[in-house]
């Protein structure tokens, strides 16, 4: 059994042995199913979110464009939906079901805890009982609930969530182009390594601090010489701050009484758990926590069908 | 005599006659002098704002790109600068010099005014005098003094200007994926036509009402039959409130006291005049208006070089 997601980007399969993180955007001629070719022989069970990408013209036929890609190299595989159940076809409910395949394993380890899966775009906060008022959440109801959150580790465009930063004490205006992401701001703080800048530079320049620090200059519309390293860390901080009081105060709104355990899991959860406090999930099931929905969409279904 | 703006996104020509406006977006492979090569007989004077374009390395590497690729095509082309003189080579100062030359030119005509020139990307706000005090001013100076925001009809991001829309009364946190630009809120409310949509669509699709509806309900990683027209709409009004709200608040911060003259110029200026009040500069030279650097720095060459 394997376990598979199809994010907007990413494509991630978990075996018994280790995960694999395909970069995959989704379009109508991404490559699924060649992707997946080499499990042809693997029982597999599929979570998406995907389906949003703007390359289809709405949500059912980039539903359908997915369970269709993944049947073309494993016929057999069974879809998680936002009903908690698994379907064999496609069907409306397949849509977002990633977050709730995370819940529902991660509910009978750590029923009293609140799950925050920080990934490349977004944040998931998942209270994680009662279980059944989960079932049926839209991406539109997690919105407008502060459970999805809109900004991530790698890809979070730096002017989406700062319209202003203070240079030297003098607030400056952003430039809304894309010339920095959120890949660039943890890079320079130190928060990740080049090699996890997994994700293409909106310059197409090189994934180094020295490359970063010019874009995240550019975002005041300067070369990194006019601002100095004083100014385009200025940029990088304040977006860090920004982006760590929005994820805190959405499960602030979620768990007002700071009584459940958070749970910190995704490529950002080391970064964030030292900010906010929480356990941080890896320590329990190590890397698999980079790729939660892939891993436990394949723990439910192995449950689900039983020993 | 010909007045060229190399912008980063388009390149416009005035010429006696009328405006040609080029969509060019500016990398080290852009074809300035292919596209320049109907031009080579005239004498030309430019200016540039394309430099800060992130497929050059660092501003200087953009001004000489340009200034060579202008030069390819019309030799003695004639660069104008932000100390307010046109040089013949690459120089440091024709950074974004565009803004100044609609200045300097305006200034004459309109001394107690203020320039508010809203193009597809940024919007520049200018208190003609006293001139000298504009000059030598980088981007970064303007962004700090309000002079130039980076908001506009067509190129803004929806998500720049909103991290959440209230729909039905209900506050919902929007995605940052680049869904929707400033163009389809303002085809929606009837501000601008399709053919005025001039810029790439985010998701490929048409340049329509409908296609645009369905690109501001992804905004709430919705399509469009989960939201409803009064959704759709929703975002959009909130998102042209938004970006009303920017600019007229920077203007008031240049003019506190409401004594200038506002002339509003730029492929938005009828729109943003409706809402904000001011003298549309259109009604006095037509559809150079929508080109105004690149008229602008025509008139002061020809103004320099005297009768």
Redesign the interface.
């Known amino acids: 059994m394997i376990g598979i997601d199809v994010g ?1 980007a990413n494509l991630k399969v978990v075996t018994g042995s280790g995960i694999h993180i395909h970069y995959c955007p989704l379009w109508q001629q991404s490559p699924i199913t060649e992707v997946l070719s080499p499990y042809s022989g693997e029982a597999a069970a599929v979570v998406m979110s995907g389906e ?1 990408a ?2 289809f ?3 059912n036929e980039g539903i359908r464009f997915i369970v269709d890609a993944v049947r073309a190299a494993i016929p057999g595989a069974v879809f998680y939906g936002t009903d908690g159940r698994f379907h064999l076809g496609p069907d409306r409910s397949l849509a ?1 079901g990633n977050w709730l395949a995370s819940a529902d394993w991660l509910r009978e380890q750590a029923p009293d805890g609140i799950l925050v899966d920080i990934g490349s ?1 977004t944040t998931d906060i998942i209270p994680l009982e009662p279980f059944d008022t989960l079932k049926g959440l ?3 109801d997690r ?2 609930r ?1 459970m ?4 991530g580790i790698l890809r ?2 730096v ?3 700062l ?1 202003s930063v203070s ?1 030297a004490g ?10 920095a992401i959120s890949a660039d701001v943890h890079l320079v703080l130190g928060h990740i390594r080049p090699d996890e800048y997994t994700v293409p530079t ?4 090189q994934a180094s601090v020295p490359a970063a620090l ?2 995240l200059s ?1 975002v ?8 100095g390293e004083e100014g385009a860390y200025a940029v990088a901080e304040q977006f860090w701050q920004e982006q760590r009081l929005l994820i805190s105060s959405q499960i602030e709104r979620l768990d007002p009484r700071h009584e459940k355990e958070v749970i910190v899991a995704g490529v950002g959860a080391k970064v964030l758990a030292g900010a906010l406090g929480g356990a941080v999930l890896a320590d329990r099931i190590g890397e698999m926590a980079d790729a939660l929905p892939a891993y436990a969409v394949r723990e439910v279904a192995l449950r689900t069908a039983g020993p």
């Open positions: 907007g949003l703007d390359g013209s709405n949500k977002a775009t839209s991406d539109l919105l407008q502060g999805l959150v809109y900004t979070a465009p002017p989406s969530l319209r240079l003098t607030p400056t205006l952003v430039s809304s182009e894309l010339f909106p310059d197409g320049a010019q874009r550019r005041v519309c300067s070369d990194f010489e006019e601002i």
